[in-house]
Nanobody
Framework: QVHLVESGGGLVQSGGSLRLSCAAS??????????MGWYRQAPGKQRELVAR???????NYADSVKGRFTISGDNAANTASLQMNSLKPEDTAVYYC?????????????????WGQGTQVTVSL
């Protein structure tokens, strides 16, 4: 079983910064990272993509965070981080880590999608 562990959420004032981290781990299952990303869901809204990075280092961002957020990844460590600067109250949401992993099960490699438990980010005025 693969688990995604998130850290780094919290409360910050408008204009401040936070850094979110996500690590994929498995006790005895072989896997590698195809891509990892961060999504967020505000109350009453649908979950939306914030940023994503693949194993080639290609990134994409939501228009609302371009120039403020930076995603980085370490394929060897199966981790991804999201540096969030110039935070705004509208960035308040639960942030979820997502990973598209190649997993070896019963001798067969297949792509599987995993989600973290979510971490709250609250930006006050």
């Amino acid at each position: 079983q693969v688990h995604l562990v998130e850290s780094g959420g919290g409360l910050v004032q408008s204009g401040g910064s936070l850094r979110l981290s996500c690590a994929a781990s498995s006790g005895n299952m072989l896997f590698s990272t195809n891509s990892m990303g961060w999504y967020r869901q505000a109350p009453g809204k649908q979950r939306e993509l914030v940023a994503r990075i693949n194993n080639h280092g290609d990134t994409n961002y939501a228009d609302s965070v371009k120039g403020r957020f930076t995603i980085s990844g370490d394929n060897a460590a199966n981790t991804a981080s999201l540096q969030m600067n110039s935070l705004k109250p509208e960035d308040t949401a639960v942030y979820y880590c997502n990973a598209d992993l190649a997993v070896l099960r019963s001798g067969v490699w297949s792509s599987r999608d995993y989600w973290g438990q979510g971490t709250q980010v609250t930006v006050s005025l």
